[in-house]
T-cell receptor, first 115, second 113 residues
């Protein structure tokens, strides 16, 4: 059973471009979470999705950021018109059930650098 | 709003020592607490999950305890090895209707050979 797979591992974008980050959850997991880790900061929750539904996006900036988890295929975190402040490591986690009942498994992350 | 604090922020000890990492959380109404390890430039590896009904959880040289009423958890590492060097993070479900995790900033651990 492969773990949570994220790609790309590293992404460089110029200011104003779009960044698309992909996450394939562990097999059998229908709950996906995205987190952002800024240098010297802790991990901050961004968004929680179940298949085709956004359950909680309270941690995601309202502009330029969007997330989806389609019926088929990976979850996508999309950042439009990137700015230098978007440079961070973005981690995806998955779980088979809600986190109150189970543990979360994390991917290796995508390190976004905006130049 | 749930807040998680980890003390110390950094720790450097000689190989072979036993050590304790601390985690505290402000809202004791948690379902569980999870300890992770993060190596530089890598993702998070789950170490231990303690349910709110449990007091302890053990995995090899690691032992995690949970005192829910006082809002504290400790991670005990026995007979530390250089390979244990990493950042250790604790996290609790955010609660209040949100279903993500709230993380501490971690303890950066260095085990000197």
């Amino acid at each position: 059973n492969a773990g949570v797979m994220q790609n790309p591992r590293h992404l460089v974008r110029r200011r104003g471009q779009e960044a698309r980050l992909r996450c394939s959850p562990m097999k059998g997991h229908s709950h996906v979470y995205w987190y952002r880790q800024l240098p010297e900061e802790g991990l901050k929750f961004m968004v929680y999705l179940q298949k085709e539904n956004i359950i909680d996006e309270s941690g995601m900036p309202k502009e330029r950021f969007s997330a989806e988890f389609p019926k088929e295929g990976p979850s996508i975190l999309r950042i439009q018109q990137v700015v230098r402040g978007d440079s961070a490591a973005y981690f995806c986690a998955s779980s088979p059930r809600a986190l109150r009942n189970t543990e979360a498994f994390f991917g290796q992350g995508t390190r976004l650098t905006v130049v | 709003k749930q807040e998680v604090t980890q003390i110390p922020a950094a720790l450097s000890v000689p190989e072979g020592e036993n050590l304790v990492l601390n985690c505290s959380f402000t809202d004791s109404a948690i379902y569980n607490l999870q300890w992770f390890r993060q190596d530089p430039g890598k993702g998070l590896t789950s170490l231990l999950l303690i349910q709110s009904s449990q007091r302890e959880q053990t995995s090899g040289r690691l032992n995690a305890s949970l005192d829910k009423s006082s809002g504290r958890s400790t991670l005990y590492i026995a007979a530390s090895q250089p390979g244990d060097s990493a950042t250790y993070l604790c996290a609790v479900p955010t609660g209040g209707g949100a279903d993500g995790l709230t993380f501490g900033k971690g303890t950066h651990l260095i085990i000197q050979p």
